[in-house]
């Protein structure tokens, strides 16, 4: 089954977080950007993206990983407002950063609507 390829030259607008809008609306806005770009698989650790044929071997090599992550992780600080970035900006990983951005931000949210 052939995949489809789109073109890098996409444009979403999103609005930056900054804290006082809706962090769920906004994460799945920022998610859907990932997964339109192919970038979504750094949500996940390297080590849960096995072959299915069982035999234990990464399907992507450690240097595929790191410009996946890399992309995905700057993709997510582009749509973050430098008050938000100043927290978060020294994480090292997508998947770090996505979770520390849940934790920050995910609870407020949620709070900030009862």
């Keep these: 089954m052939s995949r489809l390829k789109f073109s890098s030259l996409m444009k979403f607008e999103?609005?930056?977080?900054?804290?006082?809008?809706?962090?769920?609306?906004?994460?799945?806005?920022?998610?859907?950007?990932?997964?339109?770009?192919?970038?979504?698989?750094?949500?996940?650790?390297?080590?849960?993206l096995v072959s299915s044929s069982g035999s234990g071997k990464a399907s992507i090599s450690d240097e595929d990983w790191e410009d996946l992550d890399d992309r995905a992780a700057s993709a997510i600080r582009l749509c973050l407002a430098k008050n938000v970035l100043a927290n978060v900006g020294n994480i090292p990983t997508t998947k770090e950063l996505w979770e520390k951005l849940e934790k920050l931000y995910q609870t407020k949210s949620i709070s900030n609507r009862l």
């Design 14 to 48: 999103i609005e930056k977080f900054a804290g006082r809008i809706n962090y769920g609306l906004w994460q799945i806005q920022v998610k859907d950007v990932l997964i339109q770009s192919g970038l979504h698989k750094a949500l996940k650790r390297k080590s849960s």
